[in-house]
């Protein structure tokens, strides 16, 4: 997706403000399994998919759980690193061969310091991420496992048949053994 249309998906960005962050950005081949944010590491960046899969996810002595999934358009960065200057807490990891736009934070103040529809699409942004958050909060608390992975398949169906079983089961908290049960029950005529 090119970043005039992943950008106005969320906001009316002008066509001066589209031209100022292609001109700062810089478009980056990423390789299947390779992060473009780091659990525990600071970045500088704000990334775009242009094109791709990626997935969100958070690890814990050992164990790893995946928060979301991204696809053409979506934007991704560590919260804590552009807020406060900290490290990921989350990485992002390419699930296949992408491509995504690379800005740097220090572009993306200047920009939004001369153009406030960036601010502006930046506060839609992270309004509905915590939206997001919150839907998923309650999706994963209020419904049992066959109705989780059901909803999955008709809120995301063009993801559902690209993301690795694993991932899927991590992200609906159950385990791949229950995605076949339930998928054994679902195909059954």
Same mark, same amino acid.
């Given at each position: 997706?090119?970043?005039?249309?992943?950008?106005?998906?969320?906001? +009316?960005?002008?066509?001066?403000?589209?031209?100022?962050?292609?001109?700062?950005?810089?478009?980056?081949?990423?390789? *299947?399994?390779?992060? %473009? /944010?780091?659990?525990? *590491?600071?970045?500088?960046?704000?990334?775009? /998919?242009?094109?791709?899969?990626?997935?969100?996810?958070?690890?814990?002595?050992?164990?790893?759980?995946? !928060?979301?999934?991204?696809?053409?358009?979506? +934007?991704?960065?560590?919260?804590?690193?552009?807020?406060?200057?900290?490290?990921?807490?989350?990485?992002?990891?390419?699930? !296949?061969?992408?491509? /995504?736009?690379? !800005?740097?934070?220090?572009? %993306?103040?200047?920009?939004?310091?001369?153009?406030?529809?960036?601010?502006?699409?930046?506060?839609?942004?992270?309004?509905?991420? /915590?939206?997001?958050?919150?839907?998923?909060?309650?999706?994963?608390?209020?419904?049992?496992?066959?109705?989780?992975?059901?909803?999955? %398949? *008709?809120?995301? +169906?063009?993801?559902?048949?690209?993301?690795?079983? *694993?991932?899927?089961?991590?992200?609906?908290?159950?385990?791949?053994?229950? %995605?076949?049960?339930?998928?054994?029950?679902?195909?059954?005529?």
């Amino acid at each position: 997706m090119e970043l005039a249309e992943a950008l106005r998906y969320t906001y +009316p960005v002008t066509d001066k403000t589209i031209n100022m962050l292609l001109d700062a950005a810089e478009l980056v081949q990423v390789k *299947k399994k390779e992060a %473009i /944010v780091e659990q525990g *590491k600071r970045t500088n960046y704000l990334f775009f /998919v242009k094109e791709g899969l990626f997935r969100v996810a958070y690890e814990c002595e050992g164990k790893e759980d995946t !928060i979301c999934f991204g696809l053409d358009g979506d +934007p991704f960065t560590s919260m804590h690193s552009l807020h406060k200057n900290e490290p990921a807490q989350f990485s992002c990891i390419a699930l !296949i061969d992408s491509v /995504v736009y690379k !800005i740097s934070f220090s572009d %993306i103040y200047r920009i939004m310091n001369e153009n406030h529809d960036l601010a502006f699409w930046m506060n839609n942004l992270l309004v509905e991420q /915590v939206y997001a958050f919150e839907r998923r909060y309650i999706f994963l608390s209020n419904f049992d496992a066959p109705t989780r992975y059901e909803q999955f %398949i *008709k809120m995301r +169906p063009e993801l559902f048949s690209r993301i690795p079983m *694993k991932y899927l089961a991590q992200y609906l908290k159950m385990q791949p053994e229950t %995605i076949s049960r339930i998928r054994a029950k679902i195909t059954k005529p």
